[in-house]
């Protein structure tokens, strides 16, 4: 693995310019790149939706229960195409099954918390960790436009940080190859 790395670390470099500027992109236009997830997600939505269809018709004869298939792939077809039609309200119930996710994974943050105080001390960082799921969650479902924007913020930060490490790590890698080693042959 450490060839493979060393001999491209040039591709590690173009792999993190290409997220920093997608990150870039994210901040400079956030409802474009809302826009942009829901249109991705419906692509992905109509592809798993007709490869379900495309399972749920070929196990028809071979299981009692393909017509769940059928119904999961139809669904996910119909979700897929609403998603390019209204996109709006695609990305405002994506947003809302964000905050009831963030609401109810705090809930039991919170109730972990509190089952681990018997065993452990310091269970309140998982209780405070449950309080901020639970403020996210309302934050978003009180003002979901501002929501929308945090989450692509928050995208857009973790591309430009997730990109600079790449990039930091394809440059230290060149820095390994361009010294002699004889761990692994010159290839740059």
Same mark, same amino acid.
């Given at each position: 693995?450490?060839? +493979? @790395?060393?001999?491209?670390?040039?591709?590690?470099?173009?792999?993190?310019?290409?997220?920093?500027? !997608?990150?870039?992109?994210?901040?400079?236009? %956030?409802?474009?790149?809302?826009?942009?997830?829901? @249109?991705?997600? *419906?692509?992905?939505?109509?592809?798993?939706?007709? !490869?379900?269809?495309?399972?749920?018709?070929?196990?028809?004869?071979?299981?009692?229960?393909?017509?769940?298939?059928?119904?999961?792939?139809?669904?996910?077809?119909?979700? *897929?195409?609403? #998603?390019?039609?209204? %996109?709006?309200?695609? #990305?405002?119930?994506?947003?809302?099954?964000?905050?009831?996710?963030?609401?109810?994974?705090?809930? !039991?943050?919170?109730?972990?918390?509190?089952?681990?105080?018997?065993?452990?001390?310091?269970?309140?960082?998982? #209780?405070?960790?449950? +309080?901020?799921?639970?403020?996210?969650?309302?934050?978003?479902?009180?003002?979901?436009?501002?929501?929308?924007?945090?989450?692509?913020?928050?995208?857009?930060?973790?591309?430009?940080?997730? *990109?600079?490490?790449?990039?930091?790590?394809? !440059?230290?890698?060149?820095?390994?190859?361009?010294?002699?080693? %004889?761990?692994? %042959?010159?290839?740059?």
């Amino acid at each position: 693995m450490f060839i +493979v @790395f060393t001999s491209s670390w040039w591709a590690l470099v173009l792999r993190g310019l290409a997220a920093i500027a !997608f990150g870039i992109l994210a901040f400079l236009w %956030p409802h474009i790149t809302v826009t942009v997830l829901v @249109f991705l997600w *419906g692509a992905y939505a109509l592809v798993d939706g007709v !490869f379900a269809i495309a399972a749920g018709i070929k196990s028809y004869e071979k299981s009692k229960r393909w017509w769940i298939l059928l119904l999961e792939g139809l669904l996910s077809v119909a979700a *897929g195409v609403l #998603a390019f039609v209204i %996109p709006g309200i695609t #990305a405002l119930v994506l947003l809302l099954l964000i905050a009831a996710w963030a609401i109810v994974t705090g809930a !039991f943050e919170i109730g972990a918390a509190i089952q681990l105080r018997k065993y452990i001390t310091g269970e309140w960082l998982l #209780a405070l960790a449950g +309080v901020a799921s639970v403020l996210f969650g309302f934050a978003l479902l009180i003002n979901p436009n501002a929501g929308a924007i945090a989450v692509v913020w928050l995208i857009g930060a973790y591309a430009v940080l997730f *990109g600079l490490l790449l990039v930091a790590l394809g !440059f230290r890698l060149k820095g390994l190859v361009s010294r002699s080693h %004889p761990m692994f %042959p010159r290839t740059v």
